[in-house]
């Protein structure tokens, strides 16, 4: 497992409990209650540490390599999946998955972003930054869900739309706004969860919904803590201060009613327990599914609307 930072103390502690339970002694009985005194205090101290992280800290959780990713939960989650590519237009984009499936014995289609988990993948998947093609694509995706009347569920987990020469020539912002666009007019339910990081027009690209859930340590933010340090002061030195700033936290974007729900994290984060934590994202989608069903195309789409239009009217 990669390690944060802030956690080393911890670390440390998980590391004397592993050696000394490889230690060959006659004293077992000692042993295991060193061990147990030791795993305690590893406990707390993890508790104490996760309760009180600072928006910078959550930046690096979010970020965690380990975390679930969006092939995690659709493998854990969603029955039946079958992968929709390409946008019928230029290519297939692998930085965004998109498909139909059953969740909890109901159809839908599910789109999100997904970075990688080793060198080869992340560079196939270009890191969770998607290009126009797969912004097209979801907007394909949605228009499908409309058509056969099944919600949409879409899991946001990037840095950002990728900023290459290649996407832009391809029209990038013009197919972000086209995905927000096809957000608001679609008539089906949606519910997104920012499942660790959400970058900029990338990320609300798929995340105009009806209903919007954080995970605890997810960032959610209009730029990266270094891309505004770079703008505001000059240098990336300041990212911390940055972090700060754009309140990005699930905490920050509660308290301005710009979410639902905050979905609560494992103690140590969601790298550390993860089956707890998909479970947990799919009781909380289940739960707006229910909320959100029957429903009424028009009504839904008035209700979108009006959810959108109150943000910063409603502090």
Known sequence: MSHLEFEKPILELEGKITELRHVNNDDEVNIAEEI???????DKLLKQTYSKLSAADKVQVARHQERPHTIDYINAI?????????DRNFAEDH??????????????????????NDTQSRIKRNFGMARPEGYRKAQRLMKMADQFQIPVITLIDTAGAYPGLGAEERGQSEAIAKSIETCLRTEVPIISVVIGEGGSGGAIAIAVADKIYMLEHSIYSVISPEGCASILWKSGEYAKDA??????????L?????????????????????EEMISAVADQIEKGLEEL???????????????????GRNL
Request: aromatic content about 6%.
């Open 36 to 42: 147990n005194r030791m795993q305690t205090k590893a």
């Open 95 to 116: 930085a965004l998955i998109g498909g139909i499936g059953r969740f909890r014995g109901r159809s839908c289609v599910i789109i999100g972003h997904e970075k990688g």
């Open 293 to 311: 069903t029957p429903w009424d195309k028009s009504e839904i789409i008035a209700a979108r609307h009006k959810k959108f239009l109150q943000y």
């Open 243 to 252: 972090a700060a700033a754009l309140k990005l936290t699930a905490q920050d």
């Open 78 to 86: 969603i029955d039946d999946f079958t992968p929709l590519s390409g």
């Open 254 to 274: 509660q308290e301005l009613k710009l979410i639902d729900t905050i979905i609560k994290e494992p103690v140590g984060g969601a790298h550390r327990k993860k």
